[in-house]
């Protein structure tokens, strides 16, 4: 699944069911008017909302962008649009776990998706290179019709279920070990007092910010020299 900011134009996906709408903090809406009329020619949006305790809706307003008429400000009560979008594999959805949090939005699943394949680049020549044989589902699929008595011959001289299950959790955990991560700030402060930037800081639900110094306590940062660490970053890197 994808997160996208709300706009009125996903109407016909909305009411078909394809696209839910929920709030900035995950809180699903039932609209029930899209054109609740409003002095100046205005129009407004109708949608029910429940508490978050869950036990009951309210009413809530909100212009056609999506911002809530009372709290235009505060990114909890904006509408966002949640599709379908593509299907992420379990070892797609581990590493964008590393770089994003869920629900991941449309353009976080276009840098997942890229750092995935040169991730999994990087695991088959690391496999490779240690020895072991990378099953293709093709070949699998050919072991299976193999008759059984010609398999459990070939299963007491090697093992060969038991050496891909091991090479693809070294080759992931190798891969995976240098990637940047979110970490918190415990105590004091740090800083180059240049203005020139360290780190990026998590503000708020979807926000992100540089900074030149760190000290608000749990704040969750990535130091941007970290970033040297991801594939690609040096031109002549192979």
Same mark, same amino acid.
């Given at each position: 699944?994808?997160?996208?900011?709300?706009?009125?134009?996903?109407?016909?996906?909305?009411?078909? +069911?394809?696209?839910?709408?929920?709030? *900035? %903090?995950?809180?699903? !809406?039932?609209?029930? =008017?899209? /054109?609740?009329?409003?002095?100046?020619?205005?129009?407004?949006?109708? +949608?029910?909302?429940?508490?978050?305790? *869950? %036990?009951?809706?309210? !009413?809530?307003?909100? =212009?056609? /962008?999506?911002?809530?008429?009372?709290?235009?400000?505060?990114?909890?009560?904006?509408?966002?649009?949640?599709?379908?979008?593509?299907?992420?594999?379990?070892?797609?959805?581990?590493?964008?776990?590393?770089?994003?949090?869920?629900?991941?939005e449309e353009r976080h699943i276009k840098v997942i998706k890229e750092e995935s394949a040169k991730?999994?680049?990087?695991?088959?020549?690391?496999?490779?290179?240690?020895?072991?044989?990378?099953?293709?589902?093709?070949?699998?699929?050919?072991?299976?019709?193999?008759?059984?008595?010609?398999?459990?011959?070939?299963?007491?001289?090697?093992?060969?279920?038991?050496?891909?299950?091991?090479?693809?959790?070294?080759?992931?955990?190798?891969?995976?070990?240098?990637?940047?991560?979110?970490?918190?700030?415990?105590?004091?402060?740090?800083?180059?007092?240049?203005?020139?930037?360290?780190?990026?800081?998590?503000?708020?639900?979807?926000?992100?910010?540089?900074?030149?110094?760190?000290?608000?306590?749990?704040?969750?940062?990535?130091?941007?020299?970290?970033?040297?660490?991801?594939?690609?970053?040096?031109?002549?890197?192979?």
């Amino acid at each position: 699944m994808s997160r996208l900011n709300f706009d009125i134009k996903y109407r016909p996906q909305i009411e078909s +069911g394809e696209y839910k709408v929920v709030t *900035g %903090d995950g809180r699903p !809406v039932k609209i029930v =008017c899209w /054109d609740k009329k409003v002095f100046g020619g205005r129009f407004e949006i109708v +949608g029910l909302v429940p508490t978050h305790q *869950g %036990d009951t809706e309210t !009413v809530q307003l909100y =212009c056609p /962008d999506g911002t809530h008429i009372a709290s235009s400000c505060r990114e909890n009560f904006k509408l966002f649009i949640i599709t379908p979008g593509p299907e992420l594999s379990e070892f797609e959805k581990a590493v964008g776990l590393e770089i994003f949090d869920e629900p991941f939005e449309e353009r976080h699943i276009k840098v997942i998706k890229e750092e995935s394949a040169k991730l999994l680049a990087l695991a088959r020549k690391q496999l490779i290179k240690d020895g072991y044989v990378i099953e293709k589902k093709a070949f699998h699929d050919a072991v299976e019709k193999v008759a059984p008595e010609v398999m459990k011959e070939v299963s007491d001289k090697v093992d060969m279920e038991e050496a891909l299950r091991l090479g693809y959790e070294k080759g992931r955990a190798d891969a995976l070990k240098d990637l940047p991560r979110w970490r918190k700030w415990e105590n004091g402060a740090c800083g180059n007092g240049r203005g020139i930037p360290l780190a990026i800081v998590k503000r708020g639900l979807n926000g992100y910010e540089l900074v030149d110094a760190l000290g608000i306590q749990g704040e969750q940062y990535i130091i941007l020299s970290d970033l040297e660490k991801l594939p690609g970053f040096n031109e002549d890197e192979k």
